[in-house]
């Protein structure tokens, strides 16, 4: 039941930006601590930014390779989260996953969709 589904990837040149979409079916994103992660090819999935769930205005932490750069946010009458990626460089190529701390401490892992990034 519980879905998470990314959107929103493709190929961009350098310096210029995407929009990417998490849907979450099954959980509120309102209620779940939510983040994205990424993998480029050879690497290990690494951290890329954290929405905390409490509080209208919410608690943001991008890591420091995405910092002023990468925005996450959350829609909740949409029940989405997004990350809005700026500024893209190569090294940011990667298969993005959105994640999803829900109730009872379950995790889960969207499909992922893929940001390639060309100079």
């Known amino acids: 039941q519980v879905q998470l589904v990314e959107s929103g990837g493709g190929l961009v040149q350098a310096g210029e930006s995407l929009r990417l979409s998490c849907a979450a079916s099954?959980?509120?994103?309102?209620?779940?601590?939510m983040s994205w992660y990424r993998q480029g090819p050879g690497n290990q999935r690494e951290f890329v930014a954290f929405?905390?769930?409490?509080?209208?205005?919410?608690?943001?932490t991008p890591a420091d390779s995405v910092k002023g750069r990468f925005i996450i946010s959350r829609d909740n009458a949409k029940n989405t989260v997004i990350l809005q990626m700026n500024s893209l460089k190569p090294e940011d190529t990667a298969v993005y996953y959105c994640?999803?701390?829900?109730?009872?401490?379950?995790?889960?892992w969207g499909q992922g969709t893929q940001v390639t990034v060309s100079s």
């Open positions: 994640r999803a701390l829900a109730g009872a401490g379950r995790i889960y």
């Open positions: 099954g959980i509120s994103v309102s209620s779940s601590v």
């Open positions: 929405l905390a769930s409490d509080g209208s205005e919410g608690i943001t």
